[in-house]
């Protein structure tokens, strides 16, 4: 896994922080401890009770991971396993060094986001990306730390994203299937030259495709065939323009794509049902 290069003076170099008075202490959420990259010599940690909040731990290197000494399950770097309160907890390398990002924390929000993720508990699972959970306790102790009132929303903000993206990352692959790259482009520049004469194989060839793959696909990611696509952002904006009460229907018409106004109020009117002229009358 590719490491990732960490500037010698940034707060991900190493740190952690137990709060002896928690900045938010509230039953929606409460957070008692942080720690990000924090460097361990070779032991073996067992708490047989576990603590009395959930434990958020990424292991950035070999590490033993579980809730009880016979039971453990030798893990790999960007591993990742969630304590509940009461749960015995039993983690480190007794053969090495290691380091690890951590949280301690509690409340509804948290057993909600947890509820709602579907990640698994009590079971070490690999994060394709450990970078970002990472990089979430970074900016959730920016906050505990850098206000005197730190923000309660955002706090449920920062960690409901995090959990909703480590949710994403170990997810199906169909399930978090990107937008390709190219159709994106040609989604763009649809919506942004929508009142240029762009043909099927203008788009086609931008996205350095076949037409028919090319349809195939978009429609595929997007729900619409291309020239639909258009025609739909074209009525869109001007169903917007009818707002301004200074422009022409004609005027409307040449901006959205359409030199001749006749042709654009019957496409008008085919997509919402009813002309330019009379839904601009009920605006």
């Given amino acids: 896994m590719e490491k990732i290069p960490i500037a010698p003076n940034s707060p991900?170099?190493?740190?952690?922080?137990?709060?002896?008075?928690?900045?938010?202490?509230?039953p929606v959420l409460s957070v008692r401890g942080i720690g990000v990259r924090e460097g361990m010599p070779p032991l073996l940690v067992q708490r047989p009770h576990g603590t009395s909040d959930y434990l958020f731990m990424l292991f950035h290197d070999a590490a033993v991971a579980g809730t009880k000494r016979f039971n453990k399950t030798l893990e790999t770097e960007g591993t990742l396993m969630i304590w509940p309160s009461g749960k015995p907890q039993y983690y480190g390398n007794p053969a090495q060094r290691f380091?690890?990002?951590?949280?301690?924390?509690?409340?509804?929000s948290i057993k909600r986001m947890l509820r709602l993720s579907g990640l698994p508990l009590l079971t070490p699972f690999a994060v394709p990306d450990p970078s970002h959970f990472q990089q979430c306790l970074v900016a959730v102790h920016s906050e505990l730390v850098s206000y005197v009132n730190p923000d309660l929303r955002i706090m449920e903000n920062l960690l409901e994203n995090c959990l909703r993206e480590l949710a994403r990352q170990i997810a199906p692959?169909?399930?978090q299937k990107r937008v390709p790259v190219r159709l994106l482009a040609a989604r763009q520049l649809i919506n942004s030259h929508s009142s240029q004469p762009l043909t099927l194989n203008d788009l086609a060839?931008?996205?350095?495709?076949?037409?028919?793959?090319?349809?195939s696909q978009f429609r595929k990611f997007f729900g619409l065939a291309p020239m639909e696509y258009l025609i739909q952002h074209r009525m869109l904006h001007a169903a917007h323009l009818l707002t301004d009460r200074n422009l022409t229907i004609s005027e409307i018409a040449t901006r959205v794509g359409y030199n001749d106004p006749f042709f654009f109020s019957r496409m008008f009117k085919k997509h919402f049902g009813q002309s330019p002229r009379e839904m601009r009358s009920r605006i």
Wanted: charged content about 20%; glycine content about 8%; overall charge positive.
């Fill in 173 to 175: 692959q169909e399930k």
């Fill in 205 to 215: 060839q931008s996205a350095g495709m076949s037409a028919p793959y090319f349809c």
């Fill in 12 to 26: 991900l170099s190493g740190f952690k922080q137990f709060f002896a008075s928690e900045p938010i202490r509230s």
């Fill in 99 to 108: 380091s690890h990002s951590w949280i301690h924390c509690k409340g509804r």
